[in-house]
């Protein structure tokens, strides 16, 4: 039995959206509980990913949860993933240009250049530091919830001059 909720979404103009998220220093049972209510509304909006800012949290953590559904068709199942306090330490000179869409942003797709694969650390529910390389969507949908603790949305990162770049595929 689970008693997690669905969250209210912020959509864009929400003030929420463009702020800086906060660094989460204690690791306890209402960071989990946050967790579970933004798995279930991430679940039910059939998002691959959410982060906390979205659910009008300013905790800087997100939640990557790949897995085919009607709003992506062909996205690789994982299991879904906690992911606070997050740091990206390496990205790979070749980028990837795709459509991405946002819960906080409904029923817009964006084509976005992104990093092919990303070096990446972040704590996990209890506080563990986890390290990690990822590749190719899941590499995709940390950089797009990695924006959102930044207040950054697919608005603002299609607006940046690195998105102006035919030259990097390779
Ligand atoms: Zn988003």
Redesign the pocket.
Known sequence: MSNSAVLPIATVGEKILAQHAQAVTVFDVSIQSLADDMLTTMLAANGVGI?AP?VFSSAAMFIMASRPNPRYPDAPNMRPVVVINPRILETSTQMELAEEG???IPDQRVKIWRHAQIKVQYHDLNGNLISDILVGFVARIFQ?EFD?IQGI??LERSNMPEQQRPDTVN
């Open positions: 982060a979205q946002c819960l906080s797009h959102h949305t697919l």
